[in-house]
């Protein structure tokens, strides 16, 4: 990598420029903390007041907690990070001879740790995610590894790279807004994490507030609590309203979060990451289009040799057929066929073009709330969402 480029890649999601999603949940979250303890807890029965408080604030400090390692743990490719410690000591001047023999003999497994060492975390975070992106287990094997043009090094077969953070990430999931940082081997357990406590915060968000909303209706003692914490008897009303608001912004967000959990729950039992869920989608498109314009082109043919030999009937069958498949005289044997051949001319051509493609070429997938986007092994765009 140029130098100019090893100073402009971008460590982790704490790393400049931020994104707006990412400053928009650094203020969500404790806005709607605020409001829980201001709206919620006052107004709760004594009984069911303090237990809720706590598994409430216990689920928005998972939240922050999770999120933060997501964010500020690097998943670089391992093979890069390796090359960036050597460049470094190479253009050292204050290392010594027995400094760089040492520095020789460590393993890749402490560069890996001392890369992502995060000092105020480290009593209680361990560095468990990046034994799957070792490079002792890809090591030996040059069929595990490709050339990124960008990075100017070797990286791992099943690295990308981003052209956000402008680097090759181990097992690239796609790139986050939310939290301004690529997900990949090293993050990729906290990330999902992530995804289960926002899920369960803002259930139990939801659950509270719609309880105290339908007693505040219902005259029950909430109305009572409510006047009494507001100081005014006719204040209970505006509790209501400010939980129905915050009913609906957290139901619009756990939709979306929702969504995305089972995606990647699918993904996980799968063993697939969104790119390659991605790659596989658009190669699966491609092909139904592939055969949908031969069996166009054959339907046409057809269509003219039964009007040349005057089978009216069958040609409009024919015509029919692209309506109907009932009534489609057709061979659906074709269809098979046809989709077989297509996905082996597919492959054949993802074959010749994949590794020109992912190595010299950025990647874009972009996971924005509810979209993703990327680029396929042909340089095709994809949106999922």
């Not at 999603?21 to 201001?38: A, S």
């Amino acid at each position: 990598m140029a130098s100019s480029q090893q100073q402009q890649y971008r460590k982790n999601g704490l790393s400049p420029p931020y994104s707006k999603m990412q400053v928009g949940t650094w203020i969500t979250l404790p806005v709607l903390v605020l409001q829980f303890g201001i709206f919620c807890t006052p107004i709760l029965p004594f009984a069911l007041s303090i237990p809720i408080t706590v598994l409430f604030f216990v689920l928005a400090l998972a939240c922050f907690y999770y999120g933060l390692l997501a964010s500020i743990i690097d998943p670089m490719d391992p093979y890069l990070v390796r090359h960036l410690h050597e460049q470094q000591h190479e253009t050292s001047s204050t290392t010594t001879d027995d400094e760089q023999a040492r520095n020789n003999n460590t393993s890749t497994s402490n560069n890996l740790q001392q890369h992502n060492y995060i000092p105020w975390l480290s009593c209680i975070h361990k560095q468990d995610a990046y034994s799957a992106g070792s490079l002792s287990e890809a090591e030996g094997d040059d069929n595990n590894t490709k050339y990124c043009w960008v990075c100017e090094t070797t990286v791992a077969s099943h690295s990308m790279h981003c052209k956000y953070c402008n680097k090759c990430v181990s097992n690239f999931d796609h790139h986050c807004q939310w939290l301004n940082s690529c997900v990949g081997t090293a993050n990729y357990p906290y990330f999902n994490r992530v995804l289960w406590s926002i899920s369960a915060f803002l259930l139990v968000h939801i659950s509270v507030m719609l309880g105290l909303v339908l007693d505040i209706f219902l005259k029950g003692t909430s109305e009572r609590r409510s006047d009494a914490w507001m100081g005014d008897a006719n204040l209970s009303i505006l509790v209501a309203a400010v939980n129905l608001f915050f009913i609906a912004f957290d139901g619009v967000a756990l939709s979306l979060i929702i969504q995305l959990l089972v995606f990647h729950v699918g993904l996980q039992r799968k063993g697939l990451t969104t790119y390659q869920f991605i790659l596989d989608d658009n190669q699966k498109k491609r092909e139904a289009r592939k055969v949908a314009e031969e069996r166009k082109a054959k339907r046409t043919v057809a269509i003219g040799l039964a009007k040349r030999d005057g089978n009216k009937t069958l040609a409009m069958r024919l015509q029919a057929g692209a309506y109907c498949t009932l009534c489609d005289p057709l061979p659906k044997d074709d269809v098979v066929a046809e989709q077989q051949r297509v996905r082996q001319d597919l492959s054949l051509e993802n074959a010749d073009t994949a590794a020109a493609t992912t190595s010299n070429g950025d990647v874009e997938v972009v996971n924005g709330g509810d979209a993703s986007e990327g680029l396929n092994g042909n340089g095709e765009s994809a949106r999922f969402g």
